[in-house]
């Protein structure tokens, strides 16, 4: 029976892809660097994919994230007179601003509110993440947030599910559903700490070996018969 439910932000209920997008393309025209095409966007989207797996890894630390996934691509294109630090400064500063809810996420969360108690945990940058939540009013609808720079360690860690675990009811792992796009965060997380996992998986990528899904959803709306299904 499931009781509680923890939801990752990022491509789960937030469109990560549209806000990053919308935001970089602002920093280009801060910047004087002209139009920021679509395939750019990409190139970036795919360099800054690579960079989070590396902290969750532990092969780099947040600050070596945030600001070499811009030091890369930048002097891929070519812009080294632009200063990636202040490149980055910007862009985190754009990102809340441009919020947008993954389909119908708002939807689901306030039906889903009535009946289950639900909890953000999230990778990022505490000051991105704080404004997003508020912006988006997820924190209104949530019963709580955990960010990773708040708890001082990073998903899929337990260090960062044992904050969560003292901080919400007291409940059996297994009656706690976390739902997330990220194999290496949310569903290694869960998998971690015993907790059922659901896996958002809108782009139908394959499963890799090692992580045990329980449910496998692309509509956010099929968390309702999954739910159903766990509850019967
Ligand atoms: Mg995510």
């Given at each position: 029976?499931?009781?509680?439910?923890?939801?990752?932000?990022?491509?789960?209920?937030?469109?990560?892809?549209?806000?990053?997008?919308?935001?970089?393309?602002?920093?280009?025209?801060?910047?004087?660097?002209?139009?920021?095409?679509?395939?750019?966007?990409a190139?970036?989207?795919?360099?800054?994919?690579?960079?989070?797996?590396r902290?969750?890894t532990?092969?780099?630390?947040?600050?070596?994230?945030?600001?070499?996934?811009?030091?890369?691509?930048?002097?891929?294109?070519?812009?080294?007179?632009?200063?990636?630090?202040?490149?980055?400064?910007?862009f985190?500063?754009?990102?809340?601003?441009c919020?947008?809810?993954?389909?119908?996420?708002?939807?689901?969360?306030?039906t889903?509110?009535?009946?289950?108690?639900?909890?953000?945990?999230?990778?990022?940058?505490?000051?991105?993440?704080?404004?997003?939540?508020?912006?988006?009013?997820?924190?209104?609808?949530?019963?709580?947030?955990?960010?990773?720079?708040?708890?001082?360690?990073a998903?899929?860690?337990?260090?960062?599910?044992?904050?969560?675990l003292?901080?919400?009811?007291?409940?059996?792992?297994?009656e706690?559903?976390?739902?997330?796009?990220?194999?290496?965060?949310?569903?290694?997380?869960?998998?971690?700490?015993?907790?059922?996992?659901?896996?958002?998986?809108?782009?139908?990528?394959?499963?890799?070996?090692?992580y045990?899904?329980?449910?496998?959803?692309?509509?956010l709306?099929?968390?309702?018969?999954?739910?159903?299904?766990?509850?019967?």
């Amino acid at each position: 029976m499931i009781k509680i439910i923890l939801w990752d932000i990022d491509a789960t209920l937030l469109d990560f892809l549209k806000s990053e997008s919308m935001a970089l393309k602002k920093v280009f025209l801060h910047f004087g660097l002209g139009e920021c095409s679509d395939s750019k966007v990409a190139e970036y989207s795919a360099i800054n994919q690579s960079y989070w797996n590396r902290l969750e890894t532990g092969e780099l630390t947040k600050e070596q994230v945030l600001i070499g996934r811009f030091e890369e691509f930048l002097s891929l294109n070519g812009y080294n007179d632009v200063d990636a630090e202040k490149f980055c400064e910007y862009f985190e500063a754009s990102l809340p601003d441009c919020v947008e809810f993954m389909g119908n996420a708002e939807r689901v969360i306030k039906t889903l509110s009535k009946t289950y108690m639900q909890y953000a945990v999230t990778n990022g940058a505490k000051a991105v993440q704080e404004k997003k939540l508020a912006v988006s009013g997820i924190e209104k609808i949530l019963n709580g947030v955990f960010i990773s720079d708040n708890v001082g360690f990073a998903k899929p860690s337990k260090e960062f599910f044992d904050v969560v675990l003292k901080n919400i009811p007291r409940v059996n792992t297994d009656e706690i559903m976390i739902v997330g796009d990220s194999l290496t965060s949310d569903i290694k997380g869960g998998n971690n700490m015993g907790f059922k996992t659901c896996w958002f998986n809108p782009h139908h990528l394959p499963l890799k070996y090692g992580y045990n899904v329980d449910y496998r959803i692309d509509n956010l709306d099929d968390i309702f018969d999954v739910l159903k299904n766990e509850n019967s």
